[in-house]
């Protein structure tokens, strides 16, 4: 007998029930290793060890049996003050947790032999315990058996009923699958009703009910107590569609605004009918005349009203629109969002373990657990917070001696701080150590040579600090298990700057030092400046703009072959966005300039744009992957208007003036416009009925200088190379109404455009396509599987030379 196809296997059921229960042991053993006698702690262990003895013994997972009543053993123990478990002994029924997690998986052999080393372990601490009556000598009895064991509330709980022979006989029994399958689903669905009720325990109702491995592929949702699963894709297309409706919505109101002006013409046009009829009172006009006149100023009376009335309509449909658009897209993100506890789980044992490993007593904190964190932000934080926890307790906190030594207690504080801050998400990593000593790091830097001695001795506290993220720089001199390889705060700045985030360290001698992470609140809206380059909108993230700034040219200084501009007391280089980008320079100057300040240290340089449009919340629309890696941008996005606009990747524009720079090929803004208007420009129609594709096609000529029309398909495209003069045609295969195929054969049949060559730009690269494109006439055949900008760029140029002839 099978099971149903979509019903999950029974050692399925059981490995999700080990790995959630293996999650209520670990908070439940870390809370009674600061309190051993914590009741509430005691009994979620003593349950978490029983719900899963009985699920191991219903799927014949006789190891998983074993391990879990050697460790309910100790939990009743401890609950009957016969036991008090030390650390020692929570390190060994730690280690039997982590073996919990693994011992359903048929695959892993080590953890089998695990088990019965901890079993030992466990047995022979259990031999120096008081017995109590013969229940503590038996061997694993029957579930039923435990309605009689002297444990608080256990009495009380239904017990699971006998397996057949053939289950508790061996390990190796197959149980009858539906019978099985029956009785662990209903074990499961009664400990998720334990889990869901209120219960002192110490386990978090988040961390007992999701599976934190999933947070990459999955999403969990609640909704009046239910938890639902949801594929991460799914939630990511809501959400880019809740966002295109919200930039929909906002249509309505300049729309309504034209149709104010309607009326308003409208109005006029009455007044002036009115002063007609008033002109032509004193005539004696045909009956048939008046009756007319009378009839227009009837119906335009009449119209006036309707168009009054339905305005109204309009204007209460687009308050309602917009408000139910936002309301959508705020439901949609908060799907996104988990909270900050969820991606924690882990953290507090690693805390001890390493604290133990170093000889050190430190008190584990968070706070902000319940802090909302986009789950992108959160599955990317959890090694840098890693690095940053184990950066404190190797480098941060003294030994137990050292600390009473100092006067402090010999315990220390490490505290993980996560909370909401002025539109950001803002993440501490506190704790009351030595601090950091400045005069090692000063040491450490002229060692490695990253500076030298005179210069270190100048740089401020700021300044040497910002040293420790530098990648390979450790002020270890010996590489231990915990540190001295330089890659912990290096890894977590690298995380940090791909969200578009900052990194701030600060300390106190002697009192300790904290690591401060500043992220956005989500990676899917972004608060962007707008900028204008070459008559074409740009976004650019907020988070990377230091300054926006309006200086005269006068201002603007050439210094050994480059500009510079005075900023916060020091110079820094200048650089107009037309040469990041590649574009035609602006046709003409003024005497004032926009410039925006990006960058830090000695890469900050000061770009000028052709104006400023204001600052927007856009909604992060990603790009197709198989256009690759686009320089200098990262994304795109829709405006209100619904016009498309490119997202600037900022790191790619520092490292595109570090090439301009290196190649000396930066130009002197003053002398930036050269005779192109008398020069003819190129003209390029671009056909493709996907608007990404067209969008980003027409933008990469448009800032290389080519005049660009576009097309929707292959019809709208045939009309138009009818109706004007082009020197380029690029245009798709697969389009409604009519392909490139047909497109291509059309223009060679045409006497008149036989000789404007044409570009074909396809998904399609098999052969068997490029040899029917180019059959059909074209002069050249990309495909998009394998498209760049610089391959395009390159293509265009071989056909019809750059874009001023």
């Avoid at 051993?36 to 060890?49: K, N, Q, T």
């Avoid at 256990?154 to 699971?160: F, L």
């Avoid at 080519?706 to 045939?718: E, L, N, S």
């Amino acid at each position: 007998m099978t099971d149903e196809p979509r019903r999950p296997s029974l050692i399925d059921l059981f490995r999700e029930e080990a790995r959630t229960q293996a999650r209520v042991l670990n908070d439940g053993l870390l809370a009674l290793d600061r309190a051993p006698r914590d009741a509430a702690a005691l009994e979620a262990c003593m349950r978490a060890a029983h719900s899963l003895k009985g699920a191991a013994r219903i799927v014949g997972v006789q190891v998983g049996v074993e391990l879990a009543h050697a460790m309910e053993d100790c939990f009743v123990a401890a609950q009957e003050g016969r036991a008090l478990l030390d650390p020692a002994w929570i390190d060994e029924l730690l280690r039997g947790v982590d073996i919990v997690a693994r011992i359903g998986n048929d695959e892993d052999e080590s953890a089998r032999d695990a088990v019965g080393a901890c079993v030992a372990s466990l047995q022979a601490r259990m031999a120096n315990v008081t017995p109590h009556g013969a229940a503590m000598r038996r061997e694993a009895p029957p579930p039923a058996a435990m309605a009689s064991e002297p444990v608080p509330d256990v009495a009380a709980e239904p017990p699971p009923p006998p397996p057949p022979p053939s289950v508790s006989a061996s390990a190796d029994a197959s149980p009858d699958p539906d019978a099985a399958f029956n009785l662990l689903a209903d074990a499961l669905r009664a400990e998720a009703t334990q889990q869901h009720a209120p219960s002192p325990a110490p386990a978090r109702p988040s961390a007992s009910n999701s599976t934190s491995g999933a947070s990459g592929t999955s999403n969990v949702a609640a909704e009046s107590g239910r938890m639902l699963r949801v594929r991460a894709d799914n939630l990511d297309r809501l959400l880019s569609l809740s966002g295109e409706s919200l930039v929909e919505s906002r249509w309505l109101k300049p729309f309504a605004q034209s149709m104010l002006r309607v009326k308003r013409v409208q109005r006029d046009s009455t007044r002036a009918l009115d002063q007609l009829h008033e002109t032509l009172a004193d005539l004696k006009l045909d009956p048939r005349a008046q009756a007319a006149l009378e009839e227009v100023r009837r119906l335009t009376a009449e119209s006036q009203h309707l168009l009054a009335e339905r305005l109204a309509d309009l204007e209460s449909f687009d308050r309602r629109s917009t408000h139910l658009s936002q309301q959508l897209y705020d439901a949609a993100l908060q799907c996104r969002m988990r909270p900050f506890g969820d991606g924690t789980g882990g953290l507090a044992r690693m805390v001890r373990d390493v604290a133990r490993s170093l000889g050190k007593k430190v008190r584990w904190q968070l706070v902000g657990e319940s802090t909302q964190v986009d789950r992108d932000i959160l599955d990317l934080l959890e090694a840098p917070l890693g690095h940053m926890l184990r950066n404190a307790l190797d480098h941060g906190i003294e030994a137990p001696a050292v600390r009473l030594a100092r006067g402090k207690p010999e315990e220390g504080t490490l505290t993980l701080d996560a909370r909401h801050t002025a539109g950001a998400l803002l993440i501490t990593v506190s704790d009351d150590g030595a601090g950091i000593d400045l005069d090692a790091l000063r040491a450490s830097i002229v060692r490695k040579k990253l500076a030298s001695e005179e210069t270190v001795t100048r740089l401020s506290e700021a300044e040497l600090l910002e040293f420790l993220l530098l990648p390979g720089f450790s002020l270890r001199d010996q590489v231990t298990d915990v540190s001295g390889r330089g890659v912990g705060l290096d890894a977590v700045h690298d995380v940090v700057k791909r969200v578009r985030g900052t990194v701030r360290i600060t300390h106190e001698a002697g009192l300790g030092t904290r690591v401060q992470l500043q992220l956005p609140l989500t990676l899917s809206v972004i608060r962007s400046l707008l900028i204008e380059v070459a008559g074409e909108p740009y976004a650019v993230p907020l988070a990377h703009v230091n300054r926006t700034l309006h200086v005269s040219r006068a201002q603007i200084e050439w210094l050994e072959g480059h500009q510079h501009i005075a900023f916060s007391g020091r110079r820094i280089g200048v650089v107009t966005a037309h040469q990041i980008l590649d574009t035609a320079p602006p046709a003409n100057e003024s005497d004032a300039v926009s410039m925006i300040v990006i960058g830090d240290g000695p890469q900050t340089y000061g770009v000028v744009v052709d104006r400023f449009l204001g600052e927007r919340m856009l909604v992060v629309q990603p790009l197709d992957p198989r256009l690759g890696k686009i320089r200098n941008i990262t994304a795109g996005a829709l405006m209100e208007n619904g016009d498309p606009v490119l997202i600037a990747d900022v790191d790619d524009w520092l490292r595109s003036v570090e090439r301009l720079v290196a190649g000396g090929d930066l130009r002197h803004m003053q002398h930036g416009v050269a005779h192109t208007a008398e020069r003819a420009t190129r003209r390029v129609l671009v056909v493709d009925d996907s608007l990404t594709v067209r969008e980003l096609e027409r933008k990469l000529l448009a800032m290389r200088g080519y005049d660009v029309t576009i097309a929707v398909d292959g019809m709208d495209g045939w009309n138009a190379v009818r109706g004007e003069r082009f020197d380029l045609v690029i245009t798709d295969i697969d389009m409604p109404r009519m392909d490139g195929i047909e497109l291509v054969t059309l223009i060679k049949r045409d006497p008149q455009l036989q000789s404007l060559p044409v570009m074909i730009v396809s998904y399609k690269d098999r052969e068997e396509d490029r040899r029917a494109g180019l059959d059909a006439g074209a002069d050249y055949y990309l495909a998009k599987g394998s498209f760049h900008d610089e391959a395009l760029l390159d293509a265009v140029r071989d056909l019809i030379g750059e874009a001023y002839g």
